[in-house]
């Protein structure tokens, strides 16, 4: 049984130290329209326009009279900020520069797929998990977002009518700010928002020891592992998480899950030559995910500065998809979207990019 409970109060200023009303939750906007004197239904009337018709000013509110919108701008905004940076690649991904509410920027990727479109969202500034082989790792963690730093990439993107799904994989450990992306998550599949299924939704983790349970218990969301290695001591050589919270350790607790078709389980697996692309680790990962309900993501590594890392063979990505795959592990290989603009996975990093304000696209 899932909780879908909001238990942390969305504390954000802007504007001269006016809340944002993106990121409250229906009980809250009624609760702020009262404490300016309106009636709770104007509450409602917010839910409405902030998330289903997405209105980009309160202005657009045009079944709330000018007095009661004077009254509420009085102490609240909107909280919803345009991208500040556009960058389109030639496969048509568009990576986009956002503001945050403490003045701070982090990068998001729209990937157009046919008729799929998916936002790849951050939820902290820069990572505090420090993966080797990650940009954003590189980047050191800066803070948190809010939920409504979260939600603002999403309501706006300029290809928001298009958005089919989101993924957690940008910047930062989702579980590591787990209350700001259980509230955005919340919100979006809530029956006054845009009502989405939480298949829509998949939250990216390396495993944190606090929060891996929390999750589980009380998000019905789709849930992908950054594994990348199958031996703990081999892992840890590229993901110092590997020491707080160990696959030995949370592998058991995800085989107690039920991962029925409600649900779905896969581990994210960037493929480096001669360190985890070796019969020896195709074997290990079969000992350790099958019988497993999950898939497998091969993921090809997008070189970055200063690595001592190398991506594998076009041939030994195929041997191993197919390996796991005989053996029981369904395994596809990702397409890669977005590397000539550093969109690509492991690439976000806006450590240089604060002061930059002009759009490309």
């Not at 990121?23 to 009636?39: I, N, Q, S, Y």
């Not at 729209?110 to 951050?122: A, E, K, N, Q, W």
């Not at 309501?155 to 940008?170: A, H, I, K, Q, W």
Request: include cysteine; hydrophobic fraction near 35%.
């Amino acid at each position: 049984m899932y909780l879908c409970t909001l238990k942390v109060k969305q504390v954000t200023m802007l504007e001269g130290n006016k809340t944002p009303l993106l990121g409250m939750t229906l009980d809250e906007l009624r609760k702020a329209a009262t404490e300016v004197g309106l009636p709770a239904f104007t509450g409602s009337q917010l839910a409405d326009w902030i998330y289903r018709h997405q209105a980009d000013s309160m202005e657009e509110m045009t079944n709330i009279s000018k007095k009661s919108l004077s009254k509420l701008q009085e102490q609240f905004t909107l909280g919803k900020m345009p991208h500040s940076l556009a960058q389109r690649s030639k496969d048509g991904t568009v990576k986009y520069l956002f503001p945050t509410l403490d003045g701070q920027r982090v990068e998001s990727v729209y990937i157009p797929d046919g008729d799929r479109g998916t936002l790849c969202v951050s939820c902290q500034v820069g990572c505090r998990m420090g993966c080797h082989f990650c940009m954003t790792g590189r980047q050191g963690f800066q803070g948190n977002l809010t939920a409504t730093d979260i939600l603002n990439q999403i309501y706006s993107l300029p290809e928001r009518d298009s958005l089919t799904n989101v993924v957690f994989m940008g910047q930062g450990e989702p579980l590591d700010n787990l209350d700001a992306v259980m509230r955005a998550a919340q919100l979006l599949m809530a029956d006054y928002g845009l009502a989405w299924s939480p298949k829509r939704i998949t939250v990216s983790t390396v495993g944190i020891r606090k929060n891996l349970s929390r999750f589980l218990e009380e998000s019905p969301c789709h849930l992908a592992i950054s594994l990348h290695n199958p031996f703990p001591e081999q892992r840890l050589e590229m993901m110092p998480a590997e020491n707080g919270y160990s696959l030995r350790e949370f592998i058991p607790l995800l085989k107690q899950q039920d991962w029925s078709h409600q649900r779905r389980l896969s581990f994210e697996y960037i493929v480096f030559e001669g360190l985890n692309d070796t019969e020896a680790h195709a074997k290990e990962l079969v000992r350790l995910l099958a019988p497993m309900e999950c898939r497998v993501n091969l993921i090809r590594f997008h070189q970055i500065p200063d690595t001592p890392y190398h991506g594998t063979s076009e041939s030994k990505m195929t041997w191993l998809r197919d390996y796991l795959t005989h053996h029981g592990v369904t395994t596809t290989i990702r397409a890669s979207r977005g590397e000539d603009i550093f969109a690509a996975c492991g690439m976000l990093n806006t450590a240089e990019k604060k002061k930059q304000n002009t759009a490309l696209v």
